[in-house]
Nanobody, 120 residues
Framework: QVQLVESGGGLVQTGGSLRLSCAASGHTFTNYNMGWFRQAPGKEREFVAAISRSGGSPDYADSVKGRFTISGDNALNTVSLQMNSLKPEDTAVYYC?????????????WGQGTQVTVSS
């Protein structure tokens, strides 16, 4: 059973920093992306950043480019999201995410979420 466990959320003032981490277990996937989505109250869940198991440059939402950095270990079992210059509009529940592609199709896996609150 695939498990994604997030840590590192919390309360920070505008301009501050937080680091989120996500540890994945219970899978042997070889073709997948791992990263973060977020959902603010009353809004749709939106993509934040992701990194591919096969390599290449990370992908970021325009709203976080230059402020957030995603990184992963070599096996991509753990990803981290360094969030700098935080703004009140970054307030949301942040979800760790795996998008897997295989012969049988595609599937998404989600963590339980961690709250990030940026006070003005």
């Amino acid at each position: 059973q695939v498990q994604l466990v997030e840590s590192g959320g919390g309360l920070v003032q505008t301009g501050g920093s937080l680091r989120l981490s996500c540890a994945a277990s219970g899978h042997t996937f070889t073709n997948y992306n791992m990263g973060w989505f977020r959902q603010a109250p009353g809004k749709e869940r939106e993509f934040v950043a992701a990194i591919s198991r096969s390599g290449g440059s990370p992908d970021y939402a325009d709203s976080v480019k230059g402020r957030f950095t995603i990184s992963g270990d070599n096996a991509l079992n753990t990803v981290s999201l360094q969030m700098n210059s935080l703004k009140p509009e970054d307030t949301a529940v942040y979800y760790c995410h795996i998008h897997r592609t295989s012969t049988w199709g595609q599937r998404d896996y989600w963590g339980q979420g961690t709250q990030v609150t940026v006070s003005s």
